[in-house]
């Protein structure tokens, strides 16, 4: 690119590593910026900063100037690779970072806008260089410094970097506030459907109201036996993780379990049978329930627990889904559990909670087609609106594989 110079990071950036919590006097109060303030979009979340008490002679060396980046050097995740860069942009108050990130401050700041840099930096992670630089220790991510340092920044002089960040800027507030739509859109279409079936479910004239016990039963699973668990095979085993938080049948992929051992006949499910989640192996998981979506497939395991309707009761299971997953119902199941930090319910607790329910099979259905017909619709719009977050991150990466490139 005409005009514009090369030069490795190492070489235009001092680094700085992040700050552990001390405790020799004399100790000053800061705010100490943490990988829980970096955003996905390269952007500092200071809503909750910590504040903590430090060593003053090392907080002296560590403390944040305006135009300081921040690197998160460990942490990530499965779907979230370390390598995040956030610039500090703050002129008052007494600031320093963590022992997972680093500081990257400018050597020399007539040569190289730190605002330009940060975008840069933002560049590389987006577009998945910095996987490539992480290694795992203890279920930790942690960012190869030297490989970091390494990566080669090319940049024009200063005028023009300046023109790049302020397009950048303006382009990248433009995005923000349509994901902003995209996202409450999002949320309004899950949320109409949600409080439609609240509404619906909870009683309409000519319903009748009773608790689960006087209606169904709440069958406890098999412990099926460790030592039969595979990854692949014709049966799979159902978990409380098979389980969407919102209710439904959630595919695991790669994470699916397979039984290959003998099967008591009983736990072999039809179907349509109606399931409940009776552990919270995740937050929001207790008394979610699932319609089986195939017979002969899905084994019955512990700590689900299968419904079924007692003898002479109208029963449609895909009526009874929904009351299930009703606000009130799932809010009082998880209030009677039991257990800190793994809630536990069962058949008992479960039959305890009222639902209201109409007394023909014909209106079961009928309200249950309903409720689907909706959820489809809902999910129609969800959909958009997910498609439109996808194409408005493809078009930021755009933006900055444009600038970086010199074709901005």
């Known amino acids: 690119m ?8 190492g070489d235009i950036a001092q680094f700085i590593n992040g700050l552990w919590k001390g405790e020799e006097p004399p100790l000053v109060h800061i705010g100490v910026i943490r990988n829980t303030n970096f955003t996905k979009d390269g952007t500092l979340d200071d809503t909750d900063i910590a504040y903590l008490d430090v060593e003053a002679k090392k907080f002296q060396k560590r403390r944040l100037q ?3 980046l921040i690197l998160e050097k460990s942490g990530g995740g ?19 970072f963590s022992n997972f990130t680093a500081a990257i401050r400018v050597v020399d700041q007539s040569e190289l806008d730190p605002k330009f840099l940060h975008k840069y930096l933002h560049w590389v992670y987006v577009s998945g260089r910095t996987e490539a630089m992480q290694s795992h220790s203890t279920g930790i991510r942690n960012l190869n410094g030297d490989a970091y340092k390494a990566i080669e920044v090319a940049f ?3 005028p023009e970097q300046r023109r790049i960040v302020a397009i950048l800027d303006e382009a990248f507030e433009g995005i923000a506030t349509a994901k902003a739509n995209a996202e409450r859109n999002l949320h309004n279409a899950h949320e109409a459907f949600f409080s439609h079936r609240d509404e619906l479910m909870s009683g309409q004239v000519g319903w009748l109201e009773a608790p689960l016990a006087n209606l169904c039963d ?6 099926f036996e460790g030592e039969f668990f595979a990854q692949e095979g014709q049966y799979v085993l159902l978990t409380p993780g098979s389980f969407y938080e919102s209710g439904g049948y959630r595919e695991r992929g790669s994470k699916t379990k397979y039984f290959i051992g003998p099967i008591p006949s009983d736990y072999i499910l039809d179907e349509n049978a109606l399931l409940v989640a009776m552990t919270e192996q995740a937050a929001g998981l207790l008394g979610s329930p699932l319609l089986v ?3 002969n497939r899905f084994l019955h395991n512990q700590r689900l627990g299968l419904v079924k309707a007692k003898p002479g009761v109208p029963w449609v299971n895909e009526f009874f889904f929904h009351a299930f997953n009703v606000a009130r119902v799932r809010q009082e199941i998880h209030a009677s559990a039991s257990g ?8 008992g607790k479960i039959g305890a909670v009222r639902v209201a329910y109409p007394n023909s099979l014909e209106e079961q259905r009928l309200v249950a087609s309903r409720l689907f017909s909706l959820s489809q619709e809902c999910e129609r719009l969800a959909n958009i609106q997910n498609r439109k977050l996808i194409a408005l991150d493809e078009l930021k990466k755009s933006l900055l594989h444009q600038a970086f490139t010199g074709q901005l």
């Open 78 to 96: 499965p779907k979230q690779p370390v390598g995040r860069v956030v610039l500090f942009d703050k002129t008052e108050g007494d600031f320093s």
């Open 293 to 295: 979506p195939e017979a």
């Open 156 to 158: 024009p002089a200063l």
């Open 340 to 347: 800190v930090k793994v809630r536990h319910t069962s058949p």
């Open 218 to 223: 709440v069958k406890h699973g098999y412990a």
């Open 66 to 68: 305006f135009g300081d």
């Open 2 to 9: 005409a005009g514009w110079q090369s030069k490795s990071l």
